[in-house]
C-alpha cells in the first residue's frame, strides 16, 4: 500500500477514526464544547465557558464523553491531559501526570519538572527524617560550640583610636546566636517540613500553564471520575482558579465528569462559573441508533435491549456487542448489569477471549506483563484485542475496566466459582510478589517505600492476597497500612484505598468495616495520624505490628511539636517490641531535638545494635555528637553512615556542619558542595554552606549561597535573616535591614532578627534605630542577653553612659560568664570618667577570658588617664603579645611615650605612624589620624580649619567622646601642643557639646 498514495496512517489514528465513526450520540454535548473552543475567552459580551462538570449515574458514558472532547480540543489545536483515580491519591501525583502528558504534546515542562523533582526528594528525605537541631539554644543563649566558633571567629577586633575601642567589633554573643538561629531553621525543616512544598509544585505548574497558554489557544484539563479524584483536588482547583497559585491564564478550561453534583457550600463562590453538563441515559432514538450501527435491527433484539438496558449506554453497547438477533437472545430477569455482562460474556463465541475477558477482570490495573500473569496460557495472543473492548480504557502505562463492568464480572466470579476466585487472585499475588522481589534487587531495605515500583508490586500483592484469604491477610495488610501512614498521605491513600477496592470486590464482614474505618481517618485533617490510631482498635495486632504503629504515631506526634506525646508513644513501642529499630532512632531523635544529646546517643547506639546497618541511625547518632561538640565523634559516624549510603545528601551536609561547627570551613565547603552535587535543590545546605563562607569571612560567596536557598523558597526567614548578618559583617548595613526586614515580615516574632537588624543600625550609627529595634526584641524575649548588651552598646555609643551601664548589668545578670559585656561596661565606665570602675570590670573579663586583647588595650587606656602608667605599659604590652598586628595599640603606646617622656622624644615615631594612616572599616579613623598629624607634626597648619574638616565628616558620638579624651591628656603635656590641643578642645565643645 506504500505506492497506492493514499496517506498513511498509524494504527493508532486509524483506531481512533473507527471510534469517532461508532460513537452514537451526545451530539449537543459535542457541540456544546466544539461552539466553546471556537469562542474568544476574553470576550466581555460572549467569553467562552472554562469549566465544565459533566456528571451522571455510572455507566452513562462521561468517560466515553470526555474522550471525545479530549479528540476534538487536539483537532481545535488545543493542548490537554486526563487524569481519573488511578493517577490521583495526592495533588503532587495528580499534576506530575497531567504534566507528562502536557510534555508528550507540548514539549519538556522544565520548570515543573524542577519542582517536582525537589518536591520527590523532599518526600524521599521526610521518609527518614534530617537529624533535626536542638531549638531551645536559638532563642535563649548561644550554644556553647556556637560561642567558641564565634570568638574564634570574630576575635577581638581592634580599632584605630577615634571611633570607639569596642566601636566596630560585632557582640560576639549576636553573631553565635546567629548560628544557632541557622542552624534551628534549618532543623526546623527536618522536624516540620514533612512532605515538602506542594504549593510550590502546583506554584510551578501554574507558570507551565501560563508559557503554553502563550503558545496554544487552549489548555484543557480533564479530570475524569470526580466523585473520587474530587477528594483530593476538590479544594485544589478551588484554589487553582482563583489564583492562589499564582495567575490561572483565561484560556485554561478545566473539565470535570463525575457521577454527584458539586458540594453546594463549597463550590457556592463558583457555582454561577460552572457549566453544568449533566448526562441522561439515551433516548429511545439514540439507543435504537447505536444498535443499528452495532448490526442489531432484529424489532424483537431491540426492544428486549431497550428494556433491559435502561438506556445506560455502557449496557447498550455490552449488549449491542452480544448481537442478539431475537429476543430471547436477551436476558431481561436479575439486576440489569449483571444481566448485560452476562450476555455478553455468553456471546463471546471464542473460549479464548472469554476466559481472558473474565480473568483480567481480576486485576485493578493492566498492562502486559500483568495480563500475561492473568490470562489463560493459549491467550497470550489477545492483549490487543483486549484493549479494544468498549468497557477498557486508560491511558499512560495501565488500562482499567469501566467500574460497572469490573465490579459485575468480579462479583461473577466469586460467587461462581470461589475457588477459582482464590486461585486466581493468589497467581496474581504471587506474580506481583515476584515482580517486588525484581525490584528489591539493588535497593536498600531502608528506600524500598520510597521506590514507586516497589510500592506498586506490594499493594496489588497486598490486594490480590486480601482478595483470595481476607481474614488471613488483615493482619499483614493493616501493618502495611502502618508503614504506609508512616511514609506519606499519598502513600497512606493508596493502601486505604487499595483495602476499600479490596472489600468491597470480596464483600468480606471482616474486611468491609476496616475500609470504612480507614477511610473516614483518611479523611481526618491529620490522615495519618488518625489511621494510626484507628488501626489500634484492632485487638489481635501482633506485638511487632502493634510496635510499629506506635512507633509512626510518636514520629508524627513528634512532627506535630507534641514531644512529651511522642515519647511517650515510642517508650510503648519498645515495651511492646524491644526489637524495633526505628522506635529506638526515633525517640533518639526526640530526644536530641530537645537537647538532651546523651540521651539521644544512647537511643541511636541500641538502634545500631539492632542494625547496624541503619545508615539514618549512625547519621542521626552524628548530629547528636556535633550538638554536644564532639565534632570529631560526629564525622566519624557522619561518615561510616556515608560509607553504608554515599547518597545520603542530608549526611554530607551535616558532616559539613560538623567541620565549619570545629572551625574547618573548607572542609565544610567541600562537603556541603557534594551534598549539593547529589541533590542541588537543598535549601539547607546552601544556607549553611553559605554560613561556613561568612564565617570563614568570604561575605560575597555566603550572599551568593543564601540568595540561591531563598531562590528555592522565598519563605525561609532564617536565611533572610542569615543573609542580612552577611551584609552586616561586611559592612552593607543597608543591604543588612533590607533582609532583615523581609525577614521580619514573613515573621514578626523573629527576635534574633529584631536583634541582629538593631546591631546592623548600631554598626551603621543609627543609635536610635538600633535601640528601637533591641528593645522590640525584648519585648519579645527578656531573656536574650545578647540583645541586652547591644543595646547597652548603643546607649554607650550615643554618649548614656548610665542606660549603658544598666543594660550591661541586665544582660551580666542572665549571664555571668558575658565577658564582651563586661569588658563594654567598663569602656561605658571608662568614657564616664569611672577609671576605677573600669578597671574593675575590664580585669573581670580578663578573668574570664584571657585572650581578649581589646580588653587589655582598653585597660591600658584606663590607667593611663587614670595616671597610672606603668600599669597602662604593661597591659599594652600583653596585648601586643596576643595581638601584634593590631593598629591601635601603637597609637595608645606612643600617646603613653608622649605623656610621660613628652612631645620631643617622641616626634619620629608620630612621623612615622601618621604619615601613613591604617585604612579600617571605619572612616572616622582615617578623619581622625588627619587631624592628628596637623596637631603633632604640621604647626605651620591651622587648628581650626583641620578641627573643620573632622566634624565635617561627621564622626559618631564615640569618636569624638575618645578624641575629647586624647585630647586632654595632649593638654597636659605643656608648650604649644598642650595649646593647639586645648584650642580643638574647644573647638570641639562649641560645634559637639557634650
Known sequence: MSGSGRERLSRGELIRQRARAQFVGRRAQLSLFAENLARDPLSEGDPAEFLFHVRGVGGVGKSTLLRQWREAAQRAGAVSAVVDENDVHGVPQALSELARQLAEEAGPLKGFDRAAEQFRREQEVAAEPVPADGAGAAEGGASLSSRLVTQATLGAVSLIPGAGVVTAMANPEAAAQGLDRLRAGAGARGRRGRGGDAAGVSRAFVAELDRLCGQYRWVVLFLDTWEHTGRYLDGWLRDLLQDTFGPLPANVMVVLAGRDELAEREWAPLRALVADVPLEVFTEAETRALLAARGVTEPGAVEAVLQLSMGLPLLVELCALARPTTAGDVDQGGDAVDAAVERFVQWITDPRQRETVLACALAPQLNEDVFTAAAPQEAQGLWGWLCGQPFVSGHGDFKQYHAVVRASMVRRQRTHSPQRWTTAHLRLADAHAAWRTDAEQGLPEAKQWGDPLWRRHRLTETYHRLCAHPAASLEAALEQTAHAAGRDTAVLRQWTDTLEQAARDTADLTLLPWADRLQNAAADSDPALASLTALLTHGHLTPATRAWVHTYRGRRLFLADRDEEALAELDRAIAADPHNHRAWAYRGDVHCWNGRTDQAVTDLTAALALDPTYAWALGSRGDAHRQAGRYDDAITDLTAALDLDPTYAWALGYRGDAHSQAGRYDDAITDLTAALDLDPTLAWALGRRGDAHRQAGRYDDAITDLTAALDFDPTLAWALGSRGEAHSQAGRYDDAI?????????????????????????????????????????????????????????????????????????????????????????????????????????????????????????????????????????????????????????????????????????????????????????????????????????????????????????????????????????????????????????????????
Open 738 to 994: 533590607t533582609d532583615l526586614t523581609a525577614a521580619l515580615d514573613l515573621d514578626p516574632t523573629y527576635a534574633w532578627a529584631l536583634g541582629s537588624r538593631g546591631e546592623a543600625h548600631r554598626q551603621a550609627g543609627r543609635y536610635d534605630d538600633a535601640i528601637t529595634d533591641f528593645t522590640a526584641a525584648l519585648d519579645l524575649d527578656p531573656t536574650y542577653a545578647w540583645v541586652l548588651g547591644s543595646r547597652g552598646e548603643a546607649h554607650r555609643q550615643a554618649g548614656r553612659y548610665d542606660d549603658a551601664i544598666t543594660d550591661f548589668t541586665a544582660a551580666l545578670d542572665l549571664d555571668p560568664t558575658y565577658a564582651w559585656a563586661l569588658g563594654s561596661r567598663g569602656e561605658a565606665h571608662r568614657q564616664a570618667g569611672r577609671y576605677d570602675d573600669a578597671i574593675t570590670d575590664f580585669t573581670a573579663a580578663l578573668n574570664l577570658d584571657p585572650t581578649l586583647a581589646w580588653v587589655l588595650r582598653s585597660r591600658g587606656v584606663a590607667h593611663r588617664e587614670g595616671g597610672r602608667y606603668l600599669l597602662a605599659r604593661e597591659d599594652f604590652e600583653r596585648a601586643s603579645a596576643l595581638k601584634p598586628g593590631d593598629p591601635g595599640l601603637p597609637f595608645e603606646k606612643l600617646l603613653l611615650d608622649t605623656v610621660t617622656s613628652g612631645p620631643a622624644a617622641c616626634v619620629e615615631q608620630w612621623t612615622e605612624l601618621l604619615i601613613s594612616p591604617v585604612e579600617t572599616p571605619n572612616g572616622d579613623a582615617t578623619r581622625f589620624f588627619g587631624l592628628f598629624r596637623v596637631l603633632l607634626l604640621e604647626p605651620e597648619n591651622n587648628v581650626a580649619e583641620a578641627t573643620e574638616v573632622f566634624l565635617s565628616a561627621g564622626p559618631n558620638r564615640d569618636a569624638v567622646t575618645d578624641l575629647r579624651h586624647y585630647l586632654a591628656e595632649l593638654s597636659t603635656v605643656g608648650g604649644e601642643l598642650a595649646d593647639r590641643a586645648r584650642q580643638c578642645q574647644q573647638l570641639i565643645a562649641e560645634h559637639a557639646p557634650e
